[in-house]
């Protein structure tokens, strides 16, 4: 059977998984009566949650022509920033790409991120502008913005001449000109079929030793390990015994093949045999892991594993000491959660675990702050109870002139014009510079500037603020430039409690002149607790168990009901976000709390001290 290996990739939301779905249904890979989920490939409940893909899924479907049946192996690619690792290993296995572009939104920072990888491949894309039935699109327009950025990315003659369908992956069609019937998906089969090359091959490949550079690894309750990619050249089938080497050539282990399976429809199957050119998940060993070469034991030469760039924000994950710990999770040791973080390294190219002089602490190093987010909240999930640290960036030192470099995002902004003033203000006090200003239509206007990573940190939220909630933000790595100096972190100080006990509702009715609460009545707090944000900019040590003193005189009005204004609640990430460099984050399976890193006040006024000294 013919085959094709391709990826979708695209900006976040621009509809990649909602096409794989149709493609799915127009192959014949579902029944006609068969019941399937929306958005098949997001099985993972916080993808679902979120409506965003976070892990790189792979299936197949099978398209019949006059010739014969083709079989297509499509890999549906994260299209976030902070799950780039994903893309960039699985680019590697490609003969070809679907890029996907908003009709409306055109070419976004992270469509420029996967192209730039796929065209320095030497991959040929296909463009789909996606979402053609939108009030607001503009195909036309969008069509010459990714040529520009083609050019932009300099790509080659043949990746400039790159054939173009208009689409609507939630209705099921696509078309080569806007005039042409919109039925079915037949032409982009059809456009794949001519456009993919399939998979290139060593001459005598078929014959040769079995070799495969694994891509992604995860772990099966009955499998155990299992190792995904595309065979190079060979053929593996079950029994047969296999070694993994490193990229340096090593040997990391040798073992047998319990299980070869293949990627058919929502499902891996087993199969009898691999071959060179497909793409197949591998079971049977222990220890090899992603950018490992499987391969027969003749064999001596790794496959090269290409690059990933390297993170740009840590966090330290430490053992919850509060005095609430241990009470909702059930893994608190600093042993399992080393084990856990250590684990998550090995299938996730994009994050580095290392120890830290702190005891019980551990950094953990990635692209961003919800890769980081999805990460704890994944594990608070599984029963674990966590200590999070502010995030701070990773410097380094350029090689040249030996100065400190920090990260440099790309930050693009579609806001109504109203807000454009302050958003500038508040980016360029963070030391950004903006780049570009173009109205896009409607009032509204597309901002474009370069922001140092640590600006960001904390910043969504004041956007959402700042913008009344309308305002789109879309960031992406852009590259090191000099450190740009000092940036004001947050303004208001937080109000911290010195009692342990049950908030009262009368304590926290009297503490609302004092700022905004975080906690409701009835919350269980203890001393060094965060419970709330200062009006003025300094911390306060408060008491929220203060009841209203009883007497025996009654008088009009004494006795009226308290009215707590509802409080203010941080998601995840805004917690993460939001804690300064002396707070933490707890973080248990039913509870996100804030507090201070030392919950005694005069520890607290020690540290000051010292920090103000040193």
Known sequence: MDLRNIAIIAHVDHGKTTLVDELLKQSGTFRANQTVAERALDSNDLERERGITILAKCTSVEWATDQGSTRINIVDTPGHADFGGEVERILSMM????????????????????????????????????????????????????????????????????PLLYASGRDGWAVRDLADPRESLSPLFECLLDRVPPPKLESGAAEAPFRMLATTVERDPYLGRVLTGRIDRGTVRPNQNIKALASDGTQIETGRVTRVLAFRGLTRQPIDEGNAGDIVAIAGLSEATVAHTLCDPACDEPIAAPPIDPPTLAVTFSINDSPLAGRDGSKVQSRVIEERLLREAEGNVAIQVSRTAEKDAFEVAGRGELQIGILVETMRREGFELSISRPRVIYREDPQTGKRQEPVEEVVIDVDDDYTGIIIEKLTARKGTLINMQPTGGRKTRLTLHVPSRGLVGYHGEFLTDTRGTGVMNRVFHSYDDYKGPIPGRTNGVLVSREQGKAVPYALWNLEERGTMFISPGTEVYQGMIIGENARNNDLDVNPLKSKQLTNIRAAGKDDAVRVTPPRLLALEEAIAYVDNDELVEVTPNHIRLRKRALLPHLRKRAQKEEAAG
Not at 95 to 105: F, H, K, T
Not at 120 to 131: A, E, F, M, S, T
């Open 95 to 162: 003969d070809g790409v679907i890029l996907l572009v908003d009709a409306a939104e055109g070419p976004m920072p992270q469509t420029k991120f996967v192209t730039s990888k796929a065209l320095r491949l030497g991959l040929k894309p296909i463009v789909v502008i996606n979402k053609i039935d939108r009030q607001d699109a503009r195909p036309d327009d969008v069509h010459e913005e990714v040529f520009d950025l083609f050019a932009a990315l300099d790509a080659n003659e043949e990746q400039l001449d790159f």
